[in-house]
């Protein structure tokens, strides 16, 4: 039934027709989605989970890239280098072992090197949400060119592209981020294009199989009647129609994106020292592991809520996009 | 006479698939005049959808168009020559690129059989339309979004303003059908082929839409393929009608001449199984069996196992589609029965058994046969 239709129909049916007017309205689109995730707890709890993070990426890597920590040395503790501290690994705020108590000053403890770790988690965030996003950005660009090409034109074209992406798939993740890296550079962008090559299989292979099937359906032959080149087909007509698993997978891409380049700054690869980043500060902790466990604790915590806040919005998203789902 | 629009010679696609080669479209031939509303008619499976998107070379793998010509105001959408012992495309004929710049929607644009899917589920109607407004008539987005709106209130959607920016889920189906006839006749293309346009849609919505199309018709003169399984709908819109039949056209006459003396088996039976307000009839005489896979056809006329005049000889010869009646326009039928005119001695020869059982069931089973021949 049409909007119009309704309005003309007037208030004798606003009695009945609450329930009956909700279910016209369309299980598509932006609103609807929306409101769908609006009203699901746990994507909202995702939602505050990634938007709180994404917040305090923002303002440190203002302060890293544009201010050089002047915001951080001025009104806190410098993330790298605090020339006020000497007190090495001391532990959180109600805490004590044989370096002292722990002290508001430090909320949650010192490194081995008497840096804040606080300080030093928040400045990480930059590193682990930037690479998250740009490493799945490219990853879905890629991905999304190459398979809806290889869905599109189907024949050799598929075969010759989809073969290449699996043999891509076939090389362990982390084996074909650090040989790249090992090639190209071990800096922190190489990990971003890195990580987003290595996820472009994902992409590819779920929107060739949305393609595949989209390409059929009569718009698309009408658009090819109608004259649209091939480019426009896929373009306007065909990605749209298959790009609600990609977003799907793509929030819950990024949460492993996170993990993959936690894991390479544990290795080594990565941001560099003394540049904060969670994987690195994991990976310096080990050593204190057993006597001084918090070291440890906070990067891991951070690294798990990210990934949690990504995971329940993701799973949010899909819920919202799937119409069979809604109740 | 003028010069024919669109005149189809001897059109074959097939598809080739892993059981064998379908030949869908088995030797085709007809003209299209200006301004003239052509029938394409047949059961289901007869090609007739595959012989409308031939024209347009929307035919996708497997299918293929391996032979014939299709000239569209004497340029080749469609040639063959022979070169080197085998049949390859002329030079003349077409670019894909060419195809797409020039004739399909600008010249030729085709509407769906199915309007719930015929639209883009994500853009709205009058986005879509404009779309296509600004690719084939080369108009800034203005210019195109009010054109646009003009066609949709052309095709009677009321409020059309507001409608443009509605999704394609906010109209019935009949709207959609109409939004559809607006986006063919926005970019005024000289000839639209109209795919079973009307068989989604129920008869009321039928009727209206019909109407509408003749009055269009008249207004900006465009010529129209009609393809069909609907005599009803070829009676109340055709010019000139092609009956086809397991890839071929089996008659070929004017709209009165083809209802009032029809001269092939399979279009009286095509009429007899329809009910008709000028006859009273205790029951419906459907058409014996089911039509048989283009894969493996009958021998001599394929429509011999089905028909009710069936004769030996019709075993044995395959009739070419002839001129049987020349008086005024002419008319064609691929008949033996028209003995004058094939001379193969039809009335001399013996009747034969109806092959084909009649109901669902017998004509599975008759299909099984013959497949296993």
């Known amino acids: ?327 | 006479m003028t010069d024919p629009l669109l005149e189809v010679h001897d059109l074959k696609t097939q598809f080739f698939t892993e059981e064998g080669v379908v030949r869908a479209v088995d030797g085709v031939s007809f003209t299209v005049e200006p301004g003239e509303i052509v029938g394409l008619v047949g059961e289901s499976g007869a090609g007739k959808s595959v012989a409308a998107q031939s024209i347009l070379r929307l035919v996708e793998r497997p299918g293929e168009i391996v032979d014939g010509e299709i000239l569209f105001r004497g340029d080749p959408l469609v040639q063959f020559e022979e070169r080197a012992g085998k049949l390859r495309p002329t030079e003349e004929m077409l670019t894909n690129d060419e195809m797409r710049k020039h004739i399909r929607g600008r010249e030729i644009a085709i509407i769906f059989q199915d309007p719930m899917e015929s639209l883009n589920p994500v853009y709205t109607v009058g986005g879509q339309l404009r779309e296509f407004i600004e690719i084939n008539r080369d108009m800034g987005e203005k210019e195109a979004k009010a054109l646009a709106i003009d066609m949709l209130r052309e095709v009677g959607i009321p409020e059309a303003a507001e409608r443009y920016s509605d999704y394609p889920h906010q109209f019935s189906g009949g709207m959609r059908q109409r939004v559809l006839i607006a986006m063919a006749l926005s970019c005024e293309p000289s000839l639209i082929i109209a795919d079973e346009p009307t068989t989604a849609l129920d008869v009321t919505v039928e009727a209206q839409i019909l109407e509408l199309v003749d009055d269009l018709q008249e207004k900006y003169g465009t010529s129209f393929i009609w393809v069909t399984h609907d005599m009803g709908v070829v009676a109340e819109i055709t010019d000139r009608v092609n009956v086809m039949y397991l890839g071929e056209i089996v008659e070929q006459a004017e709209v009165d001449d083809l209802f009032h003396d029809t001269k092939h088996p399979y279009t009286d039976a095509l009429l007899d199984s329809l009910p008709r307000p000028d006859q009273t009839v205790e029951e419906l005489n459907p058409i014996a069996g089911v039509m048989p896979e283009a894969i493996n056809p009958p021998s001599g006329c394929r429509f011999h196992p089905r028909c009710p005049d069936a004769r030996v000889v019709c075993t044995r010869i395959h009739p070419d589609n002839r001129i049987v009646d020349s008086d005024g326009a002419p008319h064609r039928a691929a008949c033996l029965k028209n003995d004058e005119v094939f001379d193969v001695g039809y009335w001399e020869s013996e009747p034969i058994e109806l092959q084909a059982g009649t109901g669902f069931g017998a004509g599975l089973a008759e299909d099984r046969g013959g497949a296993g021949e």
């Open chain 1, 1 to 327: 039934m049409s909007r119009t239709g309704t309005d003309e129909l007037g208030d004798d049916r606003s009695t009945t027709g609450g329930i009956a007017q909700e279910d016209v309205t369309a299980r598509v689109g932006m609103r609807y989605t929306l409101s769908q995730i609006a009203s699901d707890p746990t994507a909202l709890a995702g939602l505050a989970i990634i938007s709180f993070f994404t917040l305090i990426a923002i303002i440190s890597a203002i302060d890293y890239y544009l201010l050089d920590y002047w915001l951080a040395s001025t009104f806190w503790v410098h993330p790298e280098n605090d020339p006020n501290t000497i007190q090495t690994l001391l532990p959180p705020v109600g805490f004590s072992n044989e370096f002292g108590q722990g002290t508001w000053a430090h909320p949650l403890g010192t490194d081995h090197r008497g840096r804040d770790i606080l300080a030093r988690l928040f400045y990480g965030t930059r590193v682990a949400i930037t690479v998250g996003f740009m490493a799945t950005v490219i990853g879905l660009l890629g991905g999304t060119v190459v398979g809806a090409v290889a869905g599109y034109y189907g024949e050799w074209i598929d075969d010759v592209l989809m073969r290449a992406v699996e043999t891509l798939y076939a090389i362990p993740f982390l084996v074909l981020v650090i040989a790249f890296m090992t090639a190209f550079g071990r800096e922190l962008s190489f990990a971003m294009v890195g990580v987003g090559i290595a996820s472009v299989p994902t992409f590819a292979r779920l929107i060739r199989s949305r393609v595949v099937s989209v390409r059929e359906e009569d718009y698309v032959e009408a658009a090819r009647a109608a004259g649209v080149r091939d480019s426009g087909i896929i373009l306007r007509h065909v990605i749209p129609n298959s790009f609600a698993p990609v977003l799907v997978q793509a929030t819950l891409q990024i949460g492993v994106a996170i993990l993959i380049v936690a894991g390479l700054s544990f290795l080594g690869f990565g941001a560099q020292p003394p540049t904060p980043s969670w994987g690195q500060m994991l990976s310096q902790s080990r050593n204190y592991m057993l006597p001084d466990p918090w070291f440890s604790v906070w990067p891991g915590l951070a690294i798990l809520t990210t990934v949690v806040g990504f995971n329940l919005f993701g799973d949010g998203l899909r819920d919202a996009l799937d119409p069979r789902i809604n109740n």
